[in-house]
């Protein structure tokens, strides 16, 4: 049976989500406070750690942070208010699965709940092959960007160069890792993905190069570790800027003399693996501070490959909200068509920070919201259009412009004063549009 923590300093909304979940089967512990949830972590193994994001203490990026380093293998997924998005959308780029905006919608919950007992059941089956790679989640896009990169993966793919691969979180830096793999002359060798971020520091060498059994704490039996297990393939180190300098300098010597010495062991093995690493940091400016090697760094960037994000790609935009939209209809067995003009216009004007993982999320929830054949406004989150950054209201005709607001009135809890800030119109504004478009505010919402 799956076990969930639901962390929460509202006691009634948590006790309504363990029941939700409890009468659909699964094994539930709620904790109501950031060190009581430690506490339990820290004794047991949960599948799935459901978190609010603010609450006293500790916030819900230090317990990401937190429960990485414990277990590696949960999956997290951030619960927060509708203000709260851009934050989240920060959560997964921690290592966050997903995230719930409040109020909660149950269907939404248990799918989210059910995807991320999916994927936390394939990373425990693909443990000694690093992280799951889902190859599904990404296309090569219409854009000549997309095409640029194409035709850069193809160049370096057969040439056993080391490569580093640049980009923000979510522009999919792992699926071209794995392009560059499947293309090469090791296409039928292992693929290995280690998030470099994710390990922690007291176990890195163990799983870089293995150890032997009773060699520490905990070793009750031989482990093979990420290089031997690559062997012949590729090795994938994703976000390799987290490495710490004294891993960095064990990396290099693996590197230079192809040889690895499990933990515990005298036997030096040697490794054939072509490295492939990726980043979201800069590592120049990591070098000129003194925390990423020189030499390394060289070693790795023997070929650069720049991943660029979602928002330079204005071609590829609907590219890729149609397909992940295919997706979700598969993946929710539902048959929405389309997307309605105005929320085409939205997402042709967000500016992604979350790139493609944040939109195959947006649509995956839109799509399981949606009641017609097409997406609307309704469906997706109000920041989206209502941030300072991507004020749309230019671009809308009057019904389109009516629905923003309606949205923005919903996601406020009709509360006048918080709609007009999130859609950065002042009072008054909102007042007379109100008044234009016929919108009725219930009447125990006055502010």
Known sequence: MANILIIDDDVTFGIMLQTLLEKNHYKVTTAFSPLEAKRMIQKH????????????????MELIRFVKQQSPSTQIVMMTGYADIAT??????????????????????????????????????????????DVADYQEGVSELAKKLEKHIELVAPIPMSVLIIGESGTGKE?????????????????????CGAIPKELVASEFFGHVKGSF????????????????????????????YNTQVQLLRVLQERLVRP????????????????????????????????????????????????RERQQDILFFARYFLEQANHYLNKAVEGFEKGVERVFQAYPWPGNLR????????????????????????????????N????????????EVIRKALEAANYNKSQA?????????????KLKTYGIEVPGRHKS
Do not use: W
């Open 358 to 389: 944040e939109m195959k999320n947006i649509v995956k929830r839109a799509t399981l919201l949606a009641h017609g054949r097409t997406i609307t406004l309704k469906e997706i989150p109000s920041e989206l259009y209502a941030s300072r950054e």
């Open 88 to 133: 989240a959308i920060e959560s997964i780029k921690q290592g966050a699965f997903h995230y719930i905006p409040k109020p909660l919608n149950p269907e939404e919950v248990l799918s989210v709940v059910a995807e991320a007992m999916e994927g936390q059941e394939q990373k425990t089956a693909d443990n000694t092959l690093g992280k799951r790679l």
């Open 175 to 195: 699926y071209v890792a794995k392009l560059i793999h499947d293309k090469s002359k090791r296409a039928d060798k292992p693929f290995v993905a280690v998030d």
């Open 263 to 310: 933990v515990g062991s005298n036997e030096a093995i040697p490794v054939d693996v072509r490295i492939i690493a990726a980043t979201n940091e800069n590592l120049t400016t990591a070098q000129e501070k003194g925390e990423f090697r020189e030499d390394l760094y060289h070693r790795l960037n023997e070929f650069q490959i720049d991943v660029p994000a979602l």
């Open 217 to 244: 704490t905990g070793a009750i039996a031989d482990k093979i570790g990420h290089f031997k297990a690559a062997n012949g393939g590729t090795l994938f180190l994703d976000e390799v800027g987290n490495l710490s």
């Open 45 to 60: 193994f949960f599948q799935v750690v459901m978190t609010d994001l603010r609450m006293p203490d500790m916030s819900g």
């Open 391 to 402: 004020n749309c209201f230019a671009l809308y005709n009057e019904k389109e412009e009516g």
């Open 420 to 432: 007009a800030r999130l859609l950065q119109i002042d009072r008054k504004t909102l007042y007379n």
